[in-house]
């Protein structure tokens, strides 16, 4: 039987109400431009300040940079839709852009768990602390985060291009998340439903196993010391990432960790929004920005720049 294959997907986006598409649109613009900004300050300054020379800030940066990737995989291309009024991506780009987006989400899950062991090691073995967390292996669990999101994800990704796609050909959503694309293959897609659902499942869960038992120590040893000031201050070290983990943790579970034939795809899209808009606008600030070390270094940063215009002028 002759199938046409597909060669484009629609997008079918937030709404069709053209007004509130445009508030969409800029609200969206806005909220990207300044979320790749915050997150390139802090690459910046954890390169340039050597205050920051430290396993945490290190951490941080490379979950920056995984930040500007993961909503520059869904975001630009959403905003170019909009402006064109235009819904279409190409087949091989809804595919990628599926692909990128789960490798620097599944990434981000691996490396919140080293931030958390990260934070265990330096509140509970603080004296063993700089020889347990040297550069070699700080670099080495960056390296191995990187490549286990790659690694765990390449099987599902790899399986979802060998798919068929003979049509329909829309996608509710605003970019090519994985569940409403698989339910457009014109193939028994069950075997990869399954495997998508347990590579979720064991990312999320595992990963967040880790990072619980950890924090679960973490608080154990805060509560065991004998000053106000110090459990404060540790205390307060801890909240952010905390409240990291619990945004991002929460919408993606959600999204991906229900079983099949579950799925509200417009209820999912406002959930989507939390991972690809709000959580990346407000890590920044939740993680360093507000932080006094970092506030200082970028006064700092700051005075050194107009020090050195002024010389030159």
């Known amino acids: 039987m002759n199938r046409t294959m597909v060669r484009e997907f629609i997008l079918l986006g937030?709404?069709?109400?053209?007004?509130?598409?445009?508030?969409?649109?800029?609200?969206?613009?806005?909220?990207?431009?300044?979320?790749?900004?915050?997150?390139?300050?802090?690459?910046?300054?954890?390169?340039?300040?050597?205050?920051?020379?430290?396993?945490?800030?290190?951490?941080?940066?490379?979950?920056?940079?995984?930040?500007?990737?993961?909503?520059?995989?869904?975001?630009?291309?959403?905003?170019?839709?909009?402006?064109?009024?235009?819904?279409?991506?190409?087949?091989?780009?809804?595919?990628?852009?599926?692909?990128?987006?789960?490798?620097?989400?599944?990434t981000e899950f691996f490396l919140l768990a080293v931030m958390s062991v990260d934070r265990y090691v330096a509140i509970c073995n603080p004296l063993r602390y700089p020889t347990i967390m040297?550069?070699?292996?700080?670099?080495?669990?960056?390296?191995?985060?990187?490549?286990?999101?790659?690694?765990?994800?390449?099987?599902?990704g790899v399986g979802l291009m060998l798919m068929p796609f003979c049509g329909?050909?829309?996608?509710?959503?605003?970019?090519?998340?994985?569940?409403?694309?698989?339910?457009?293959?014109?193939?028994?897609?069950?075997?990869?439903e399954i495997a998508d659902f347990l590579t979720a499942t064991l990312s999320l869960i595992g990963t967040l196993t880790i990072t619980i038992v950890s924090y679960v120590n973490i608080v154990s040893s805060i509560l065991s010391i004998p000053s106000s000031a110090g459990r404060q201050k540790a205390f307060s070290t801890c909240a952010s990432h905390i409240t990291v983990v619990s945004i991002t943790y929460g919408s993606c579970i959600f999204m991906y960790v229900k079983p099949k034939g579950s799925s509200q795809f417009n209820f999912s899209k406002s959930v989507a929004i939390l991972n690809t808009v709000v959580s990346p606008?407000?890590?920044?600030?939740?993680?360093?920005?507000?932080?006094k070390q970092v506030q200082d270094a970028l006064r700092a940063a700051f005075k050194h720049?107009?020090?050195?215009?002024?010389?030159?002028?």
């Open 134 to 156: 040297h550069s070699q292996v700080c670099s080495l669990l960056v390296l191995g985060s990187w490549l286990a999101g790659f690694i765990w994800i390449l099987g599902p």
């Open 168 to 192: 329909p050909n829309t996608i509710n959503h605003f970019f090519c998340d994985n569940g409403p694309l698989i339910k457009l293959a014109c193939f028994d897609t069950t075997l990869l």
């Open 14 to 106: 937030f709404t069709d109400n053209h007004e509130f598409e445009i508030f969409i649109f800029v609200v969206l613009f806005g909220t990207y431009i300044l979320t790749v900004m915050e997150n390139m300050i802090i690459i910046m300054i954890t390169l340039v300040d050597h205050h920051l020379y430290t396993p945490m800030y290190f951490f941080l940066r490379h979950f920056a940079l995984l930040e500007i990737g993961l909503t520059t995989s869904v975001i630009p291309k959403t905003l170019a839709n909009m402006a064109m009024g235009c819904r279409s991506i190409s087949k091989n780009g809804c595919l990628t852009q599926s692909f990128l987006y789960f490798v620097f989400g599944t």
């Open 281 to 291: 606008f407000l890590n920044p600030f939740i993680y360093c920005l507000r932080n």
């Open 305 to 313: 720049g107009v020090g050195l215009h002024h010389r030159s002028t």
